[in-house]
């Protein structure tokens, strides 16, 4: 069957009413009647168009199934944009898809999150953390690091930069760095008055079950913009008191004890260069993580972005 249907083709089998979606000769479910998964319109798939395949057909086709906090993963709603300014990265161990007409790649890292943003940023709106990635899971699931990283990650996270005031000084000589990604959740914001002309917001219907809203305290002035979960605590973890235990914000070092060892899940992407970031004057590029998290840390650099679907401890 795989070697028949095409990359993109909602299928479903005779008498069923689950809707699946073919890629590599996977499927992934795609729609079922509710409260069951609908990913129909944040793809952006046309349900007319399923074709209708005899009964157990697709029993034999592995499934793609994506991991993460909210029922829709953000990875499925934020895709890298066509404008030039991200782009996917194709590494051993993602998983290739297309929603709203765009590629992404979906992976899985694991390692420490060295740096937790207490607040969001309200401009694009996003929310940051700064993923130190294990080289030793990497490296048993056949994930070459070399893939990820870019120029960009080695200045953004540069052990041996001085600073004096604002500006950052390099060695021209040595630079060293943990191998580190940016990554990003987005949020959902819709065009509302007053909203700034350099703040970003999206056309895209807001997925039924992203609800939560931050607190003023956390990020103010966002104009409403509603999170597929909560960013400080995706898996609403609670303390033998039952109160509510969030990912402790900040800038975490080797020896503190509030260092966190976590899985992201998302999509994964590089981006333009970040040289008024890295303090440099040419290309520096770097990968994001997008989550389902969202970026992976890479001016040009690598990102796991907007896609955070999953961030959960260990």
């Not at 157990?56 to 499934?63: D, E, Q, R």
């Not at 969030?246 to 004890?257: A, E, Q, R, T, Y």
Request: hydrophobic share 30%; aromatic share 8%; net charge neutral.
């Amino acid at each position: 069957m795989s070697n028949i249907i095409v990359d993109g083709t909602l299928v479903r089998e005779e008498g069923s009413n689950k809707v699946y979606v073919i890629y590599g000769g996977k499927k992934m479910l795609v729609y079922e009647p509710p409260p069951g998964l609908d990913f129909i319109k944040a793809m952006d798939l046309n349900l007319n168009t399923t074709v209708v395949v005899a009964r157990g057909s697709l029993s034999s086709l592995p499934i793609i199934k994506l991991a993460s906090v909210s029922k829709t993963p953000p990875s499925l709603v934020f895709p890298p944009s066509k404008d030039g300014k991200f782009f996917y990265l194709d590494v051993n161990g993602s998983t290739r898809l297309v929603t709203q007409g765009k590629e992404i790649r979906i992976i899985e890292l694991r390692g420490w999150l060295r740096v937790i943003e207490g607040g969001c940023n309200v401009v694009d709106p996003d929310w940051h953390y700064y993923l130190d990635v294990d080289p030793e899971w990497t490296d048993s699931k056949g994930i070459d690091l070399n893939e990820i990283l870019k120029v960009g990650n080695i200045f953004a996270a540069d052990l041996m930069v001085k600073k004096n005031g604002d500006n950052r000084i390099y060695s021209p000589y040595t630079t060293l760095a943990r191998p580190c990604i940016d990554v990003e959740l987005n949020g959902w914001r819709q065009k509302t008055p007053g909203l700034p002309g350099n703040y970003f917001h999206t056309d895209r219907p807001k997925p039924s079950d992203w609800t939560h809203l931050a607190s003023s305290g956390s990020c103010p002035d966002s104009y409403g913009t509603i999170w597929p979960y909560d960013p400080l605590n995706p898996e609403g973890l609670k303390n033998p008191e039952g109160l509510e235990d969030p990912l402790p914000s900040g800038i975490h070092d080797v020896n503190d004890d509030k260092l966190r060892y976590v899985s992201i899940s998302g999509s994964i992407v590089t981006d333009l260069p970040h040289y008024y970031e890295a303090g440099q004057s040419g290309d520096t590029p770097l990968t994001t993580a997008k989550k389902n998290m969202g970026k992976l840390c890479s001016s040009r650099r690598s990102k796991q972005q907007g896609s955070m679907d999953r961030n959960t401890s260990s």
